[in-house]
Structures are given as structure tokens and as C-alpha cells.
């Protein structure tokens, strides 16, 4: 079974430009999270993805934003990008089922340098 | 005050050296815990998760929670450098969605 990929792995931006990334969920999967790690931060929370609508949403600004297609992927886009926006955005993907239990499985990330 | 608090590290232990890694969390509404293992430009990966207070163990490892003190502990016996990793702790409470901790870089010297 394929494991959750993202792409692309390694993004450079400016300042004042926008982005977007995208995460291919483990087939039947139907949860995508997204999370920002810094290494001052940690791993915060953005959002969860599940049957393309958004279930729930971290603290970050309207700049960060995502959305689920019916095939389950995912993409995210910050607009007007920041300095303090570089970080690794990792993207998780569960079965949904709202257990307590529901195991996620994350990718390997997108490396997101804003210059 | 972050709702679950991990010292970053690095923690650097010689191989064979039992490893302590632990988490304090504030909220008491948590019942399931976990600890995630990040190696180097990998994304995390489920190690171990408990319920309530107790322990478990599996293999070299095993996971601690003592909720009335409100800490998680995760013990590494016999490590070996390729435990060298960033460790992760996550609570969960009913409202299912996963608090975590910054990550404890643990470096094991051969």
C-alpha cells in the first residue's frame, strides 16, 4: 500500500507570493490534516480535511487556507507569504472514523523557505 | 503556557543507555496519548499510544502516563543509534483532535 506523498518536497518563495501544496492521502483514507512544524513551535495543527469538507481548524490566519477533492487529495495555499511562513508542512491522512484511535499517517513534507 | 510541554533536547545518551523521554500536559480532559518518532526529512510515525494512566511496553520501549501528575514518559531500553530521532508526544481528548508536543531530539552516540 502506498504510503501518504506530497509534493513538491522543497518549495523557495518571496515575500508577498503565494503557494500551494499538495498531499496524495493512503488509498481509502478519507482525512487529510495539515500541520505546520517549526523548530521553535513544533507541530501546530492547520486543519482536517474529511469528505471535502473541513471538520476542524487550527489558529492560523485566513492566509492559510485548503481544500479536499472527491478523490481525497488535498491542497493547501497561503497567499501574501511571510517570512515567519517558512517551515516543513507536513500532511497526515486517517481512515476518519472520528475514533479516538484513528491512526494518522503522515508524509514526508514539503520544505517551505520564504525569502 | 502550551497546553503539552516536551524540552526540546537534544538529548545525547551513549548506546546501550536506558533513555527517559517525558511530556507534561495541563489539560485533564486528555485520555489517550501518544509518541510519534520523526528521523531527519521523514514525517512522523506512530511508536506507541496508551489510554488512561498505565503502562505498555513494547519491545525496547514503553510508554508511561500518570494522569494524576499529568505526565508521559516514554523509555527506550538497550538503545541503539538508529533510535536517534525526534520524539514526539500527542494527547487526544474527546473532542478528537491530536495537542502535541514540540519534540525531544534524541541523539544516541555509538
Known amino acids: 500500500k502506498a504510503g501518504v506523498t506530497q509534493t513538491p518536497r522543497y518549495l523557495i518563495k518571496t515575500r508577498g507570493q503565494q503557494v500551494t501544496l499538495s498531499c496524495s492521502p493512503i488509498?481509502?483514507?478519507?482525512?487529510v490534516s495539515w500541520y505546520q512544524q517549526t523548530p521553535g513551535q513544533g507541530l501546530q495543527f492547520l486543519f482536517e480535511?474529511?469528505?471535502?469538507?473541513?471538520?476542524n481548524k487550527g489558529n492560523f490566519p485566513g492566509r492559510f487556507s485548503g481544500r479536499q477533492f472527491s478523490n481525497s487529495r488535498s491542497e493547501m495555499n497561503v497567499s501574501t507569504l511571510e517570512l515567519g511562513d517558512s517551515a516543513l508542512y507536513l500532511c497526515?491522512?486517517?481512515?476518519?472514523?472520528?475514533?479516538?484511535?484513528?491512526?494518522?499517517?503522515f508524509g514526508p513534507g514539503t520544505r517551505l523557505t520564504v525569502l | 503556557q502550551k497546553e503539552v510541554e516536551q524540552d526540546p533536547g537534544p538529548l545525547s545518551v551513549p548506546e546501550g543507555a536506558i533513555v527517559s523521554l517525558n511530556c507534561t500536559y495541563s489539560?485533564?480532559?486528555?485520555?489517550?496519548f501518544m509518541w510519534y518518532r520523526q528521523y531527519s526529512r521523514k514525517g512522523p510515525e506512530l511508536l506507541m499510544y496508551t489510554y488512561s494512566s498505565g503502562n505498555k511496553e513494547d519491545g525496547r520501549f514503553t510508554a508511561q502516563v500518570d494522569k494524576s501528575s499529568k505526565y508521559i514518559s516514554l523509555f527506550i531500553r538497550d538503545s541503539q543509534p538508529s533510535d536517534s530521532a525526534t520524539y514526539l508526544c500527542?494527547?487526544?481528548?474527546?473532542?478528537?483532535?491530536?495537542?502535541w508536543g514540540a519534540g525531544t531530539k534524541l541523539i544516541i552516540k555509538p
Open positions: 497526515a491522512s486517517s481512515s476518519g472514523s472520528g475514533g479516538v484511535l484513528d491512526t494518522q499517517y
Open positions: 489539560n485533564s480532559a486528555f485520555q489517550y
Open positions: 500527542a494527547c487526544r481528548g474527546s473532542n478528537y483532535q491530536l495537542i
Open positions: 480535511y474529511f469528505s471535502e469538507t473541513q471538520r
Open positions: 488509498s481509502g483514507h478519507r482525512s
